[in-house]
């Protein structure tokens, strides 16, 4: 049971390149998040999905895009990278319901130069 | 949205007791308090949730005032381990369940 795996760990871009970071959980949970976190900042939202074939927007959702496919995976797109778009990106999952916990990957660090 | 007011950061002698504040004015009666750390740059961590009644588990406790417009939430045996910064959560029930993060209380615990 790994949880919640996010690939790449780590990943350099010039601008106006695109990659996609994977995000794939093995608890069958229903919920999954996508989140940001800058240096000395806490966490921000960027995308999340209720279920397979769901997408919503959070707090910050300007230059991404997101698929959930399939239940166990959550991708985030970045079309045309910017330097701005450097961070730390944490993808979550939870099984949904009112009081669930979030389970957190270890983090997936992008510099775009 | 309910938000959150944390203290930025607080320090914390060794094998005391950690009792980290958290504002909630307008929070709504069907939405939980939600705590979380994060240590360095790893994921953060779930540690406790609550809706009105006082919680416990193996990592800390949770005590919400009557009003539900404040909770602290208390680590009885503070350790350098415990160093992190923790967040303060209400989650918002009928958003999909999405967490909204603030900046969190950078605990500093001390020898």
């Known amino acids: 049971n790994a949880g919640v795996t996010q690939t790449p760990k780590f990943r350099v871009l010039k601008t106006g390149q695109s990659m996609t970071l994977l995000c794939a959980q093995d608890m069958n949970h229903e919920y999954m998040y996508w989140y940001r976190q800058d240096p000395g900042m806490g966490l921000r939202l960027i995308h999340y999905?209720?279920?397979?074939?769901?997408?919503a927007k959070g707090e910050v959702p300007d230059g991404y895009n997101v698929s959930r496919l399939k239940k166990q995976n959550f991708l985030l797109g970045l079309e045309s990278a910017a330097p701005s778009q450097t961070s730390v990106y944490f993808c979550a999952s939870n099984r949904g319901g009112q009081s669930g916990e979030l389970f957190f990957g270890e983090g997936s660090r992008l510099t775009v130069l | 949205d309910a938000k959150t007011t944390q203290p930025p950061s607080m320090d914390c002698a060794e094998g005391r007791a950690a009792n980290l504040p958290c504002n909630h004015s307008t929070i709504s009666g069907n939405e939980y308090v939600y705590w979380y750390r994060q240590i360095h740059s790893q994921g953060p961590q779930y540690i406790i949730h609550g809706l009105k009644n006082n919680e416990t588990n193996e990592m800390a406790s949770l005590i919400i005032t009557e009003d539900r417009k404040s909770s602290t939430l208390i680590l009885p045996h503070a350790t350098l381990r415990d160093t992190a910064v923790y967040y303060c959560?209400?989650?918002?029930?009928?958003?999909?369940?999405?967490?909204?993060f603030g900046q969190g209380t950078e605990l500093s615990v001390k020898p």
């Open positions: 959560i209400v989650r918002i029930y009928n958003q999909g369940g999405k967490l909204i």
């Open positions: 999905s209720v279920g397979e074939g769901t997408t």
